[in-house]
């Protein structure tokens, strides 16, 4: 039995992890990929105190840090469910459970994909899912924002100021956004926003990408972009099917409810980074989350030492 399982290895979770281990609790990480989005980063310039790093490596020194402690890590193993009896008990897609007096989910989220050729041969090298972290890179080029929801016009209103010139494409006959952040981006000169379109294909010179094509849904035209950059803006899922029945408080997209200490609404059930309602889903934000769990765990702890 554990004080403190930890389940997901991204940053969140290290981060949770170190923090319990600190405290001198014993403490598991159960954890399907260690290092979660980060192992899929090519540069990483927003880790604050870290100029640039990659996300491989940050990955390493995450791993290193956390078995600088007595922490159980369990890597390769999915939980697929979280019961509530005497005690918590975890159970794993290999069937095994596991038990333990407080948890810290930790599962992060997993950004929707537009599923066309091109764009997994190009993640990380012009198709990017994060503006804060990705925008910069794109200075003086053209770039494409994919989704004309909330977080694609706040993407296509963020890099406007970056970047040369920003084409919005979405699906729908019109935008899904706050008619604020709609007016807003029509007011930028260098925004183009095109309804009625399908992206077909990313394009690329096999090193990075160089534009994408798109149909005009009303009349079935193909058409093509010359871009650096393509940010994919149509939704960020977290990795909460598994808390299914589970009883935990999740909102309608899915997301842990979580209190300023990171609480959730199981007693001795935190959570913390992408897989919470926390805002801004970002590497120093996860971590902060992961540390601020850690901590809570430890102060329900200390109070039902009995239990
Ligand atoms: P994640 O990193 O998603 O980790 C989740 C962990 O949970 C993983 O270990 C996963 O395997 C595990 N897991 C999931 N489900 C289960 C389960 N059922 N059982 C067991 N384990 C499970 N942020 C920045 O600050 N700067 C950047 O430059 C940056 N660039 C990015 C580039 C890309 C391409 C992407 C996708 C994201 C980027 N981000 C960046 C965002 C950042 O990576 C995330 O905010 C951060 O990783 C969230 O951390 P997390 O620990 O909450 O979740």
Not at 89 to 112: F, Q
Not at 255 to 284: C, L, N, R, W
């Amino acid at each position: 039995e554990f004080d403190v399982l930890v389940v997901g290895g991204g940053p969140a979770g290290a981060a949770a992890a170190i923090y319990a281990a600190r405290k001198g609790l014993s403490t598991g990480v159960v954890a399907e990929r260690f290092g979660g989005q980060v192992a899929d980063t090519m540069s990483i310039e927003n880790f604050i105190s870290v100029s640039a790093t990659e996300g491989p490596k940050l990955v390493a020194q995450l791993e290193e840090h956390v078995n600088d402690y007595q922490v159980d890590v369990m890597k390769n193993q999915r939980a697929s469910a979280l019961t509530q009896g005497d005690k918590l008990e975890l159970t794993l897609e290999n069937g095994a459970t596991l038990k333990a007096k407080s948890l810290v989910i930790a599962t992060g989220a997993r950004w929707r994909t537009m599923n066309v050729l091109g764009e997994q041969e190009y993640k990380g090298r012009g198709v990017a899912y994060c503006p804060h972290c990705d925008g910069p890179l794109f200075k003086g080029k053209s770039v494409a924002v994919i989704g004309g929801g909330n977080s694609g016009i706040e993407a296509a209103i963020d890099l406007a100021n970056l970047v040369e010139h920003v084409t919005v494409l979405e699906f729908a006959d019109s935008l899904k956004a706050d008619e604020v952040l709609i007016k807003k981006a029509h007011s930028l000169n260098n925004v183009t926003i095109i309804t009625h379109a399908q992206t077909t294909e990313v394009l690329g010179d096999g090193k990075k990408v160089t534009g994408l094509t798109y149909i005009d849904r009303q009349s079935n035209q193909q058409h093509q972009l010359e871009l650096a950059g393509i940010f994919v803006q149509i939704g960020l899922i977290p990795n909460t099917e598994w808390l299914e029945g589970s009883g935990i408080a999740l909102t309608p997209f899915g997301e842990v409810a979580i209190d300023a200490k990171g609480a959730t609404s199981i007693p001795g059930v935190f959570a913390a980074g992408d897989v919470t309602t926390e805002p801004y889903k970002q590497i120093i934000i996860a971590m902060g989350g992961g540390a601020t769990a850690s901590l809570g765990a430890f102060d329900y702890l200390i109070r039902h030492q009995s239990t």
